[in-house]
């Protein structure tokens, strides 16, 4: 998909779901609802997202550098107090219901999605003040463009609330070796063991 047509659909998402955020129960205070793409998602290839991003040692990768390896995708910023946490733990639950094998063989990838306030420093930090083993997590920062158009692509929306909060879907997503989604993980509420046998099925 071009990628100014991604951007522009994301726009047009955002816009639709302010006013649908507003009238909505969220599951923490910085939660929107989950967009209706994230279940037609599976099965999808992010191989067209090329975008480059800086990880926290400052190295230069995009999502195919990790090629090789199943791997966990989730978007959250390093300053939220609210739904990141949860997310996050729901992430460390995951990592510790794999089997060893498995952990060992699977990429934890986290997105920052406000990339003006999570330099690599920050969230080299971020990493080493949460006890993530950087020998399977990875921390990236993007340019706003191409945060936007992977929030795009995965079907996160984003609002920003005008005190540095930002309010965001809260999914994970699985993609198999080669970068093709195979399952998602959907809201805060969701189990997010369930996607071990997803995982199990993955060489």
């Not at 990880?55 to 195919?64: E, F, K, R």
């Not at 949860?86 to 510790?96: A, F, V, Y």
Request: net charge neutral; with cysteine.
């Amino acid at each position: 998909m071009p990628r100014v047509l991604v951007v522009f659909l994301l726009l047009m998402a955002i816009g639709g779901c302010s006013r649908r955020a507003r009238d909505t129960p969220v599951a923490a205070e910085h939660a929107v609802e989950n967009s209706g793409l994230v279940g037609s998602l599976t099965g999808e290839s992010l191989d067209a997202f090329d975008s480059t991003f800086t990880d926290q040692s400052g190295h230069s990768v995009t999502l195919a550098s990790y090629h090789g390896r199943p791997m966990v995708l989730a978007m959250i910023y390093t300053h939220c107090t609210s739904a990141c946490p949860l997310l996050l733990n729901s992430l460390r639950r995951l990592e510790t219901a794999l089997p060893a094998t498995q952990r060992k063989d699977t990429w934890f990838v986290l997105v920052t999605l406000d990339p003006s306030h999570d330099p690599p420093d920050t969230l080299r930090a971020f990493a080493a003040s949460r006890g993530l083993d950087l020998a399977r997590w990875r921390l990236l920062r993007g340019s706003r463009e191409a945060t936007t158009e992977l929030a795009a692509i995965l079907g996160v929306k984003v609002r920003e609330e005008g005190d540095g909060a930002i309010a965001h879907s809260s999914n994970l997503y699985l993609l198999d070796s080669q970068g093709v989604i195979r399952h998602t993980v959907v809201g805060l509420g969701a189990d997010p063991t369930a996607m071990v046998p997803a995982r199990a099925a993955l060489r």
